[in-house]
């Protein structure tokens, strides 16, 4: 009983910061960061100052964490729609993979020259190569992550994401693209869906409407990166590497599931938009409980060179995002 009770706090606590972190997201200046960012920066605010406090509920923010993380992924797959994806043409979504894959590649090849540890470099390059926090939270369990190293990429993946949103508006006038060329550029190499629809918007509709297309591209691939580093870990570890459907995380399926039903338009459009709020207040809720299980001491720890490996691979993803649209002529 005291365990239940102990889980419906921590549960709470991380609904109570979800609910707050919302409610700034909707500020001028905030609104860039979005409500998981700042979710998670609150649960580390609220640990750093209350850690008594959070040590008693720590069962239900490990399982918010957790299994509450896994219902939002899940959920995730109702935002997109496959047939709009196919339609968009077989140049965006070479550009999606060919943006996933050099990314990947080279922050893993920057975190062995850095030495960064192995996983940690792995979320901060799904998260600046797939969609950020999600894609983070959708491999995590893959690679069994500790949740100081899912918050420590998740707030680097802020940071410059936002600094990087902001340099775009900045050079739009300068970079002489197109209002469809100029959204593609922003979808297919900023980090979050809120940096992406905070840069897009200076260049109007196309700008936006194509910015978000190339931008879910990207968030279609969280199923096959996840499915590659549980593969690859597993392999790493000593053990075979074959992965089934029954080692694969069922959240996996429900995302793949979930894009089939938008696609389609099997729930009714009332009940998709709900789940789509809920999807959203979930990843907000987990993202509060990441921050909670975090030590500050584990910033001091790691240094500089997560960052480091994050801002160099940013910077050469923002130049080969825009060597390929001017290959296409896109």
Known sequence: ??????????????????L?????AQLPGLSILGAMVIAIIAGMVFRGFLQARVITVQPG??????????????????????QDIVAAG????????????????????LGERYFVRKRLTTLIAVGTGVCGAAAIGAVAPMIRAKDEDVAIAVAI??????????????????????????????GSTLHE???????????????????ILVKL??????????IFFGWS??????????????????????????????TYHLLPQSLMMSLQVISAFLLTMAMAAMGLNVNWQSFKKVGRNPVLICFIGSILLSFFGRAIIWMFEI
């Open 233 to 262: 870990y597993k392999r790493r570890s000593g053990q075979n590497g074959k992965l089934d459907p029954f080692t694969v995380p069922w959240f996996l399926f429900g995302f793949l599931a979930c894009a089939v039903f938008n």
């Open 20 to 24: 707050v972190a919302r409610q700034l």
């Open 90 to 109: 077989w140049q965006t979504v070479f550009l999606d993979l060919a943006v996933i894959i050099f990314t990947i590649g080279l922050i893993h090849l």
């Open 157 to 186: 993946i802020a940071l410059l994401g936002t600094a990087f949103s902001i340099s775009y508006i900045v050079l739009l006038p300068i970079l002489g693209l197109s209002p469809y060329a100029f959204g593609t550029f922003v």
């Open 217 to 226: 591209g990207r968030v279609a691939m969280v199923i096959p990166v996840a």
């Open 1 to 18: 009983m005291m365990k239940r009770i102990a889980i419906l706090k921590g549960v709470a606590l991380a609904a109570v910061i979800g």
């Open 193 to 211: 869906v809120a940096h992406v629809v905070a840069a897009s918007d200076p260049g109007g509709a196309v700008s936006s409407d194509t910015a």
């Open 61 to 82: 923010v490990s399982f918010t964490a957790k299994y509450l993380l896994q219902i939002g992924v899940a959920l995730m797959g109702l935002r997109l729609n496959l």
